[in-house]
Protein backbone atom coordinates (compact mmCIF):
# COMPACT_ATOMS: atom_id res chain seq x y z
CA UNK A 1 0.00 0.00 0.00
CA UNK A 2 3.13 2.03 0.27
CA UNK A 3 3.92 2.30 -3.19
CA UNK A 4 0.48 4.10 -3.63
CA UNK A 5 0.50 6.01 -0.60
CA UNK A 6 1.23 9.71 -2.54
CA UNK A 7 -1.60 9.66 -4.88
CA UNK A 8 -3.32 7.77 -7.61
CA UNK A 9 -0.70 5.57 -9.27
CA UNK A 10 -0.88 2.91 -12.45
CA UNK A 11 0.21 -0.68 -12.07
CA UNK A 12 3.02 -0.04 -14.34
CA UNK A 13 4.14 2.91 -11.74
CA UNK A 14 3.40 0.09 -8.42
CA UNK A 15 5.52 -2.44 -10.40
CA UNK A 16 8.22 0.15 -11.22
CA UNK A 17 8.54 1.38 -7.48
CA UNK A 18 8.25 -2.04 -5.28
CA UNK A 19 10.24 -4.31 -8.11
CA UNK A 20 7.25 -6.73 -8.09
CA UNK A 21 6.10 -8.36 -11.44
CA UNK A 22 2.53 -7.71 -12.87
CA UNK A 23 1.22 -11.02 -11.61
CA UNK A 24 2.06 -10.10 -7.97
CA UNK A 25 1.02 -6.22 -7.99
CA UNK A 26 -2.62 -6.56 -9.70
CA UNK A 27 -3.27 -9.98 -7.25
CA UNK A 28 -2.56 -7.91 -4.48
CA UNK A 29 -4.21 -4.68 -5.78
CA UNK A 30 -7.32 -6.61 -6.80
CA UNK A 31 -7.10 -7.86 -2.72
CA UNK A 32 -6.92 -4.56 -1.13
CA UNK A 33 -9.65 -3.49 -3.82
CA UNK A 34 -11.94 -6.02 -2.20
CA UNK A 35 -11.22 -5.04 1.31
CA UNK A 36 -11.94 -1.25 0.38
CA UNK A 37 -8.17 -0.39 1.37
CA UNK A 38 -7.76 0.63 -2.42
CA UNK A 39 -9.82 2.46 -4.82
CA UNK A 40 -9.33 1.72 -9.06
CA UNK A 41 -10.95 3.26 -11.54
CA UNK A 42 -10.34 3.69 -15.29
CA UNK A 43 -8.57 6.15 -17.35
CA UNK A 44 -10.58 7.91 -20.28
CA UNK A 45 -10.52 6.13 -23.22
CA UNK A 46 -9.43 9.15 -25.18
CA UNK A 47 -6.23 9.75 -23.32
CA UNK A 48 -4.96 6.11 -23.74
CA UNK A 49 -6.08 6.70 -27.36
CA UNK A 50 -4.45 10.21 -27.77
CA UNK A 51 -1.09 8.78 -26.68
CA UNK A 52 -1.70 5.40 -28.70
CA UNK A 53 -1.36 2.84 -25.85
CA UNK A 54 -3.94 0.75 -23.61
CA UNK A 55 -6.25 2.00 -20.71
CA UNK A 56 -4.79 2.42 -17.67
CA UNK A 57 -6.31 1.70 -14.28
CA UNK A 58 -5.11 4.29 -11.71
CA UNK A 59 -5.25 2.99 -7.89
CA UNK A 60 -5.43 5.28 -4.72
CA UNK A 61 -5.67 4.27 -0.79
CA UNK A 62 -8.96 4.90 0.63
CA UNK A 63 -9.41 6.29 4.27
CA UNK A 64 -9.91 2.66 5.64
CA UNK A 65 -6.94 2.06 3.88
CA UNK A 66 -5.14 5.13 4.78
CA UNK A 67 -5.46 4.07 8.45
CA UNK A 68 -4.44 0.41 7.94
CA UNK A 69 -1.24 1.48 6.55
CA UNK A 70 -0.52 3.99 9.51
CA UNK A 71 -1.08 1.48 11.70
CA UNK A 72 0.76 -1.05 10.08
CA UNK A 73 4.06 1.30 9.89
CA UNK A 74 4.02 2.15 13.33
CA UNK A 75 3.74 -1.82 14.23
CA UNK A 76 7.40 -2.55 11.99
CA UNK A 77 8.45 1.01 13.00
CA UNK A 78 8.41 -0.89 16.83
CA UNK A 79 9.63 -3.89 15.44
CA UNK A 80 12.45 -2.61 13.98
CA UNK A 81 14.19 -0.55 17.49
CA UNK A 82 13.42 -3.51 19.61
CA UNK A 83 16.14 -6.66 20.27
CA UNK A 84 15.55 -9.42 18.01
CA UNK A 85 15.16 -11.27 21.38
CA UNK A 86 12.44 -9.44 22.53
CA UNK A 87 10.48 -9.96 19.30
CA UNK A 88 11.05 -13.70 19.26
CA UNK A 89 10.15 -14.39 22.76
CA UNK A 90 7.06 -12.52 22.04
CA UNK A 91 5.98 -14.91 19.20
CA UNK A 92 6.88 -11.56 16.76
CA UNK A 93 9.59 -13.02 14.60
Not at 28 to 36: F, I
Not at 61 to 83: H, I, K, N, Q
Request: proline share 2%; glycine share 18%; no cysteine.
Amino acid sequence: MRAISEGHRHGADIMAETGQGGGTVYKVLRRLEQRGLVHGEWEDAGIAERERRPRRRYYRLTGAGRLELGEAMERYRDLAVRPLGEVVAEGGG
